[in-house]
T-cell receptor, first 113, second 114 residues
C-alpha cells in the first residue's frame, strides 16, 4: 500500500507563475515531511522540510504547507523558473517506522518559457 | 568538498548472478543509506548504516545485504539476481543517523538484469 501518494505524474507551468505540487499521505503517525528535487542522471537533492507541529515552512521561493486533518501537503514555487524543471519527490517519516523515509512516486514539473 | 560517489554507474548482469555496488559518502558523513528506484515508483528504502552498524532495514528479501567499513564507505550486495531487480540504486550520506536528516545522494548505479 502506498502511504505517500503524488497523484500527478507531471505538471506543466508557465515561467513566472506559481507551481503547486501536491502530496497525500495515509499514515496519521507521520510527523516529519521532506521534499527532494531530482534532475536527470543526478541523485535527489534536499529542498525543504516541515515538522507536523507546523503548518507552513518557507525558504526563498519555496513554501511547504501541511494540512494534517486532510493528510495533505503541498509545495509552492513562486515564481517558477526554468531551472525548476525536475522531478519532485515528497517523503514522510514517523517514529513508529523508526523514522524510515517513505517516498512518493514523484511529480515531473515542466516550466514552459 | 567531493560529493557522494557510486561505482559502477552502469551494470548489466544476468539472472542468478550476484552484484556488489559501492558508495563513498561525503567526507565526515557517518550515515549511509541505500534506496532502490524503479520506473514510476518512489524510492524504496533498503537499509541504513551508521558507524559500521545497520541501523534500519527496509522490506526487501535477504538477497539484499550491505555493509559499512570503518572509513564509512559502504557496499551493497544482491545475490541470485532476478529480472525485477533491474533498477536505479541510489546511495545517500548524511552527518547524522536517521533518514529524516538531510541526505546527500550520489548519481546512482543503473543495474540491468537480463
Amino acid at each position: 500500500d502506498q502511504q505517500v501518494k503524488q497523484n500527478s505524474p507531471s505538471l506543466s507551468v508557465q515561467e513566472g507563475r506559481i507551481s503547486i505540487l501536491n502530496c497525500d499521505y495515509t499514515n496519521s503517525m507521520f510527523d516529519y515531511f521532506l521534499w527532494y528535487k531530482k534532475y536527470p542522471a543526478e541523485g535527489p537533492t534536499f529542498l525543504i522540510s516541515i515538522s507536523s507541529i507546523k503548518d507552513k515552512n518557507e525558504d526563498g521561493r519555496f513554501t511547504v504547507f501541511l494540512n494534517k486533518s486532510a493528510k495533505h501537503l503541498s509545495l509552492h514555487i513562486v515564481p517558477s523558473q526554468p531551472g525548476d524543471s525536475a522531478v519532485y519527490f515528497c517523503a514522510a517519516t514517523a517514529r513508529d517506522s523508526n523514522y524510515q523515509l517513505i517516498w512518493g512516486a514523484g511529480t515531473k514539473l515542466i516550466i514552459k518559457p | 568538498k567531493a560529493g557522494v560517489t557510486q561505482t559502477p554507474r552502469y551494470l548489466i548482469k544476468t539472472r542468478g548472478q550476484q552484484v556488489t555496488l559501492s558508495c563513498s559518502p561525503i567526507s565526515g558523513h557517518r550515515s549511509v543509506s541505500w534506496y532502490q528506484q524503479t520506473p514510476g515508483q518512489g524510492l524504496q528504502f533498503l537499509f541504513e548504516y551508521f558507524s559500521e552498524t545497520q541501523r534500519n532495514k527496509g522490506n526487501f528479501p535477504g538477497r539484499f545485504s550491505g555493509r559499512q567499513f570503518s572509513n564509512s564507505r559502504s557496499e551493497m550486495n544482491v545475490s541470485t539476481l532476478e529480472l525485477g531487480d533491474s533498477a536505479l540504486y541510489l546511495c545517500a550520506s548524511s552527518q547524522l543517523a536517521g533518514t529524516y536528516n538531510e541526505q546527500f545522494f550520489g548519481p546512482g548505479t543503473r543495474l540491468t538484469v537480463l
